[in-house]
Each structure stands twice: as C-alpha cells, then as structure tokens.
C-alpha cells in the first residue's frame, strides 16, 4: 500500500515532541550537527537512545561512519539554534555557541540536557538510518523544552512566564481555586474567606507555601487573569487540586456552599461562583477583565 507522503508527514507530526540537536566529528575534526525531533529514549540497562536520520541529509556520511554522538535537547528560548542546525549552512557551529565535551563531542550551551554516546547499532530504516547510541555521558539542567507540534514550536511554560510577567507589577497577586474532596480550599480570616494567596507572586512561591503547611498542590491550568483596579494590580489565579490533612486558619467549603459563603474579596466570590457554576455543568472556562466586569472563554471538559 502507498501512502500520500504529505498526508502521511501531517499524520506524524500530530505527535508532539522536543527539539534535539545531533552533532559529532568528521574525521578531519570539523563539528557536524543537524536538528532531530526524531529523539527516543530506548533503554537505561544498557543506557541506550536513538535518533533517526535521513540518508538525503548532507551529514548522513559522516553521522553512519562516525564512533561518537551527542544528543543536545533545547531549551525554549533555542528555537534560533534549532533553525540554525535544520538549515543546511555549512559554518552552523560558527553561528551558536558551544563548547567540545566528552569524547571531543561538540555540546550545545544551553541544552536542557545533552548525552555523549558511543555507537551501539546503525539501523537501515528505509529512508533513514537509525542511529542508535550508548550513552558514555550525559548531563541535565532545570528549565523548560523546546517543544514541536505539526510543523510549529511551542513552549511549555509560556502560561506560566505570562502569568508571573503579569503578576510582577506592583499590587499583584497570585492565588489558586484548590478543589478538595467536592469542596474548595479557603483561608479562614475570622469568618471572613480568601482564597490561598501566594506570597511572592510566582507559582513556585504559591506551591512551596502550600507544602510548607503540609499540603499537595497539584496546579492545572490559570483559571483568571484580570486586573484588579482596587489594588492597581493585576491578579491571576490557578485552577487546581490540593490533598493532605487541613492546617489551622483553612477550610473545606463544600460546593453547593460556594454561593452563599462570606467570601471577603468580591472578584473571589465571583470566581467561586463561577467554579461552582464550572463544576455543575461539566466544563471549564478561563476569566479575563477587570475584577468586576469581564468575559469568560469555555475550554472544555
Ligand atoms: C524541528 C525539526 C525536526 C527535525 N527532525 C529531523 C529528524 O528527526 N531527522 C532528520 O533526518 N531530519 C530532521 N530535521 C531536518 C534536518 O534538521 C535538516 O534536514 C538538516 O538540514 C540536516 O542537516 P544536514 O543536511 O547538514 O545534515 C528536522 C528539522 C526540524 C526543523
């Protein structure tokens, strides 16, 4: 059976993926290096990982001869050093930085992670090679992929850049709506409600606080973003789940309760009314407006 290989490319390509650059030395020294989302993990006894080339590539030569490999996965602000190595240009390494490391194996600055691997196995696979490496060296660094979906780059943690770029002006805030056992995680100010406030407007600082009383918060998705013209800032609340046991000051407010409990803040009771409304029906919606008036965009299930 023979395929459109158009269609058959879009097909594949519904597969999101990271970003990789491959590179090694030809024989006379001279870095090599090409763009790869085809990057697999294979095995951690042995440590094995693989990639797959096409033998139409102007480096197939040397990547199918060659004893080493290194495998540099981009961090998001690399997409430059992605089009860089997809392009067929051939000074690539005079245009990004790097530096030699293990088994001379050129690493790209700034990878997430990068593996040097001896060659394990060289696969023919129609019209690719698979290059299938063991892997000698590696080394992995905190911070967000670079990602890849039907022909386009994306960043994961483009949400939450925004959302902490947003909240960084002066009077922000940063808080979550925590669902618990039907019910929703408040703090209680003498009768008075208020929804978990980070205290630097970061999600890291919101996460830390919450474990810090002994809670597990697991964070979905930013349910508003509105600015809050009270405060002259700009407020953004997550949607979410926490377990553990409940500390002092907090409480589980069941949601058919939501409506009628004293919420202190009236964006928040606006928002725990919109949850509960959320809840109801099946189906979630993100807030974006002021702390009063704004619009509410659905986002599904
Ligand atoms: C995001 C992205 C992923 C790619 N993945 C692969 C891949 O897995 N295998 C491959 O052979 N080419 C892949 N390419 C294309 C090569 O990077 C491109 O053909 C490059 O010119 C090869 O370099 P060379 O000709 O200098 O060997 C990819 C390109 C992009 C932009």
């Excluded at 770029?165 to 009077?171: F, H, Y």
């Excluded at 009236?266 to 008036?293: C, K, V, W």
């Amino acid at each position: 059976m023979t395929h459109d290989p158009k269609a058959l490319r879009n097909a594949f390509g519904a597969f999101a993926t990271g970003v990789t650059v491959i590179t090694t030395r030809q024989p006379d020294g001279t870095p090599r290096g090409f763009t790869a989302n085809s990057f697999t993990s294979v095995s951690l006894d042995p440590a094995l990982l693989l990639v797959c080339l096409a033998k139409t590539a102007h480096s197939a030569e040397v990547f199918a001869e060659a004893p080493h490999f290194a495998v540099n996965i981009l961090a998001q602000d690399q997409k430059a050093v992605s089009g860089l190595f997809a392009s067929r240009a051939p000074d690539k390494f005079d245009h990004c930085a790097w530096s030699p490391g293990p088994a001379d194996m050129p690493l790209v600055d700034g990878a997430l992670a990068q593996f040097t691997c001896a060659r394990h196995q060289l696969v023919d696979a129609g019209d690719h090679l698979i290059l299938i490496g063991r892997v000698e060296h590696f080394a992995a660094a905190e911070g967000q992929p670079l990602g890849y979906f039907r022909g386009n780059y994306f960043s994961i943690g483009i949400e939450k850049d925004l959302a902490e770029a947003a909240a960084a002006t002066k009077g922000s805030r940063l808080g979550a709506v925590l669902a618990c056992n039907n019910g929703v995680l408040l703090r209680d100010e003498g009768g008075q409600l208020r929804l978990p406030l980070a205290p630097e407007p970061t999600l890291d600082s919101l996460t830390a606080k919450l474990a810090s009383l002994g809670l597990s918060p697991e964070i979905d998705f930013v349910y508003a973003t509105f600015d809050d013209r009270t405060t002259g800032g700009h407020a953004v609340y997550y949607h979410g789940q926490v377990s553990g046991t409940l500390p002092p000051g907090f409480r589980i407010v069941p949601l058919a309760d939501l409506a009628q409990a004293q919420v202190a803040n009236p964006a928040e009771a606006q928002m725990l009314a919109r949850y509960a409304d959320d809840f109801r029906n099946g189906s979630f919606s993100i807030y974006h407006g002021t702390e009063s008036t704004g619009q509410t965009r659905q986002i599904g299930a």
